[in-house]
């Protein structure tokens, strides 16, 4: 047997990630363009998903997400070490009064697990946020500093590269990111384990240095008890 990746499977996930991701429509010529192959490949890519209810279209022959998500989310969630251990306790511990989320890092996107802001519910806070670039999220930037500089570089243009890298070291040195941002907001990550996943807390504005400390201790103690180390 060849020891290859298996390219065709590897692009249909690919797609279908994209097609979830994108929430809305879309068409085969766009979704091809996101993904950088050819559109007659994509376009048979997700005729062959609609054939087992995982892609269906619309009347404009844009293509959706089909009722077989519905049945591989909660297979997923099911079979999520992640998911089945951070749910319930983000929803007991999380602070309320600040921004709490966790993600996992996907072809330099940042997807959310659980991304709750003041006055939330557990409902809404469940995947209840857009993805995001790496390069724009406290997350991403805890996530991608198990790359080299090496690795990572090509992938970013040099504006973006220079708002990572001293993050990325940060992160290296300390085992957390710290962001100051321009407009006074105050963001933190650390990676959670071996989840290939981060812990964040946002949302906290023109902090002084005795409430930033006591937040880090927080999202450290949090962090704690997602890895069962509490």
């Known amino acids: 047997m060849s020891s290859q990746p298996n390219q065709s499977l590897i692009d249909g996930i690919r797609c279908l ?3 979830v991701s994108s929430g809305r429509a879309i068409g085969c010529r766009e979704l ?5 192959i050819n559109t007659t490949r994509v376009n048979r890519l997700l005729m062959t998903m609609a054939s087992i209810g995982l892609t269906m279209q619309d009347d404009h022959r844009r293509y959706l997400p089909g009722p077989g998500i519905h049945a591989l989310a909660a297979q997923a969630i099911r079979g999520s070490a992640l998911f ?3 749910l319930p306790i983000l929803e007991r511990y999380a602070p309320r009064d600040i921004v709490v989320a966790l993600g996992v890092l996907w072809e330099d996107q940042v997807i959310y697990i659980w ?3 003041p006055g939330s519910t557990p409902s809404q806070a469940l995947a209840g946020f857009h993805m995001l670039p ?9 996530l991608l500093a198990s790359e080299t500089d090496e690795q990572l570089m090509p992938r970013f243009t040099p504006e973006q590269w220079q708002n990572l890298a001293p993050h990325l070291a940060q992160q290296r040195e300390q085992g957390e990111v710290i962001w100051h941002h321009d407009n006074g907001e105050l963001s933190m990550a650390q990676p959670v384990g071996n989840h290939a996943a981060a812990l964040a807390f946002a949302g906290m504005w023109n902090v002084d240095e005795s409430v930033e400390q006591a937040r880090l201790k927080a999202l450290s103690e949090l962090n704690a008890r997602l890895q069962d180390k509490a």
């Open 84 to 86: 089945s251990r951070a």
């Open 32 to 36: 091809a363009r996101l993904m950088g």
């Open 134 to 142: 790496a390069w724009q999220s406290v997350i991403g930037m805890a």
């Open 115 to 117: 991304h709750s802001v």
């Open 17 to 19: 990630q994209y097609l």
